[in-house]
């Protein structure tokens, strides 16, 4: 089973690459996949990204107060996380 770890900003990284470790071990059978980790260099990381998010049929998105912004500073939190959330659905 194929699942898309989204990120943005140092932490939501940290929480990705715990998961990306832990979750095979935790659920013999899940392929993780972390774009910092997973994409070979030199390959173009937006088809690479573009094809996983097609072929993950589970996704975490992992969500701190940095990326998730501040409604009273106007503040609408991380572009990625929303392109990877719409992609996803």
Avoid: H, Q
Avoid at 41 to 53: E, M, P, Q, S
Wanted: with cysteine; net charge neutral; charged share 25%.
């Amino acid at each position: 089973m194929k699942v898309f770890l989204s990120w943005s900003g140092d932490a939501s990284r940290e929480i990705a690459e715990l998961l990306r470790a832990r979750l095979p071990r935790l659920l013999p059978g899940v392929e993780p996949f972390l774009s910092n980790r997973d994409i070979p260099a030199g390959k173009d990381w937006t088809r690479v990204l573009a094809a996983k998010l097609r072929e993950s049929r589970f996704a975490i998105a992992c969500l701190t107060p940095e990326n998730v912004g501040d409604p009273t500073s106007g503040s609408g939190g991380s572009e990625w996380l929303l392109y990877e959330a719409g992609a996803l659905t």
